[in-house]
């Protein structure tokens, strides 16, 4: 909207709370996006960060705690407002989510098909326009079947910014792919942020591209945010998780633990 | 081992009812979603297209000839040799009594009422039920229908209406081809094989049969289409942990609907045999 607004939130989540049965999966998670940055969410795997992502889409609906997307709290919207503004947000899923029984110039059409009232031909060359951005295109004819794992990575980044999006959502978007692919879709990443000036949140737990597309991170561990700054505020943390993190150290058990769990083991089976 | 350690921390009593409680919530968290499922169908069926939230009448047409037209020829074969079968088994008690003429009457009213509605039931809970379980249960291993959502689309608009519509729509018209079909098929064995002469038979099949006999199985095939098309995709959202889920929902699929159109076939048929 207002170009000078820079330090605008984009995202706004608050006290944000979820369980699934006895187990917490989120505990009191704050954080603000800012428009125009790139944020990155990481953590281990089960801290909580694609239930966070599930949330902030609008996919679930939490127990307690606000979202706000442009300032309107998604959490308490009717299904119509929500589509409303789910149609300026974009969404690569972990496993591209193409769907599979139509083709890929159809799967970025769909959007524009369904959304919007424009002529064919105007939706056939916005389609060819997004599967140029990623570098697919003369791909429009394939199915979701035939293109490799990176492929359709980025034939999903095409459908979701199919809609010119502000916000756009990535769950784990290297993984699965060779080190070449997922270097690649970091600067796609980058390529059409520049582009599209669009706000992106990542979540990933994939280091090397965390440094390469991040502006500010945010670490959950055991569904609590333990930290969030900018990228440089988080290479010189000194919180232990946080450096556990970045060094790659497995966890330890202790000598007892390990003995504990083996003497279990051989009272049980005799 | 966790439930071994449940045992032993909290006794059995505590074990037993934790267990009645956890199947009992679950049991009530199952009806609640088909309870949504069939009230949000209706919703998108019958009320959204009028307030101007569109109906998808392209894919429901798809969805029509997948479930319908592809669906002819091996309803129209089954149909042909279950009147077939249908009309030796009767002439085979009727000879008895010198009354083999009464299987045009058996045959026609048989079909009409019972089988051409059941057999065609089932054909399709065995194609088109498994294959929407399948459909639906892929899409949601693969996130599809969170992509849909995160899109702004309903799934129940775009993946079960379709179904329901073309499920609902075709199916009484497979019946049709079935009746005609299967009074065809004892047809062909009363005239070449018992020797009662076509223009008898044919005559004796109008007299026998009356308007009620087909607008019971067409009430009937339409329940049936329902059936089918809300277990296929209750089934497919109910799709958990990957391929052998699909597997696992796909089968449930077809048992449970076969089940569940008898269920139906003997209250309706009960129905209309005392009121009606």
Redesign the interface.
């Known amino acids: 909207m207002d170009s000078g607004q820079k330090t605008e939130n984009i995202i706004r989540v608050e006290n944000l709370a979820v369980a699934y049965g006895d187990r917490i999966v989120l505990d009191d998670v704050n954080l603000q996006v800012r428009r125009g940055e790139t944020m990155v969410i990481v953590g281990g795997s089960g801290c909580g960060k694609s239930t966070l992502l599930r949330h902030m889409i609008g996919l679930h609906r939490p127990e307690s705690g606000r979202i706000y997307i442009k300032g309107r709290d998604i959490t308490s919207l009717d299904e119509e407002k929500l589509s409303e503004i789910l149609r300026k947000v974009g969404v690569v899923f972990q496993s591209s989510a193409l769907f599979n029984s139509i083709s890929v110039g159809d799967n970025v059409a769909l959007p524009l098909r369904e959304h919007t009232r424009l002529e064919e031909s105007t939706i056939q060359i916005m389609t060819k326009i997004k599967l140029d951005m990623v570098g697919l295109s003369g791909y429009e004819e394939y199915m979701p079947s035939e293109l490799s794992g990176g492929m359709r990575k980025r034939a999903a980044f095409a459908r979701a910014i199919s809609m010119d999006p502000e916000i756009l959502y990535c769950d784990e978007p290297s993984a699965g792919l060779d080190p070449i692919v997922a270097a690649g879709l970091d600067q796609l990443i980058l390529k059409l942020k520049k582009a599209l000036k669009m706000t992106i949140v990542v979540v990933t737990h994939e280091m090397a591209s965390m440094y390469t597309i991040a502006d500010r991170v945010i670490m959950l561990h055991g569904g609590k945010v333990i930290f969030s700054g900018t990228l440089e505020e988080f290479k010189n943390c000194s919180h232990e998780r946080v450096r556990q993190f970045i060094e790659r150290r497995p966890e330890e058990y202790g000598e007892d633990e390990i003995g504990r769990y083996a003497r279990a083991l051989t009272s049980n089976s005799f | 081992?966790a439930e071994e350690l449940s045992y032993q921390r909290h006794g059995l009593f505590q074990t037993f009812f934790g267990w009645f409680g956890r199947k009992g919530l679950e049991f009530l968290e199952r009806m609640y979603f088909i309870y949504h499922l069939i009230l949000d169908s209706l919703y998108w069926t019958f009320v959204a297209p009028v307030i101007g939230k569109g109906l998808r009448v392209g894919s429901s047409f798809d969805e029509m000839v997948k479930v319908g037209v592809n669906a002819i020829p091996i309803v129209v074969l089954i149909s042909f040799s279950i009147g077939l079968i249908l009309a030796m088994q009767s002439a085979y008690q009727l000879e008895q009594f010198g009354a083999t003429i009464f299987t045009a009457d058996l045959v026609a009213v048989a079909q009409t009422r019972e089988l051409g509605p059941l057999m065609t039931a089932i054909i399709v809970a065995g194609r088109s039920g498994s294959g929407i379980a399948a459909?639906i249960g892929?899409?949601k291993v693969?996130?599809?229908i969170?992509?849909l959502?995160?899109?702004?689309?309903?799934p129940i608009k775009f993946l079960v209406v379709p179904k329901l519509l073309a499920l609902a729509i075709m199916l009484p018209c497979l019946t049709v081809i079935s009746d005609f079909v299967g009074i065809a098929g004892g047809f062909s064995i009363a005239v070449f094989s018992l020797d009662l002469g076509f223009a008898r038979y044919l005559n004796r099949t109008i007299l026998a049969l009356v308007f009620k006999d087909m607008i019971t199985g067409l009430i009937k095939s339409g329940v049936f289409a329902i059936l089918i098309g809300l277990t296929g995709c209750y089934m497919g959202f109910m799709v958990e942990g990957g391929a052998e889920g699909v597997g696992r929902r796909t089968t449930q699929s077809v048992v449970v609907s076969i089940f569940l159109i008898i269920l139906a076939d003997a209250f309706f048929t009960s129905l209309f045999y005392y009121l009606w």
């Open positions: 081992m459909e892929t899409m693969g996130e599809e969170e992509a959502q995160s899109m702004g689309f309903n």
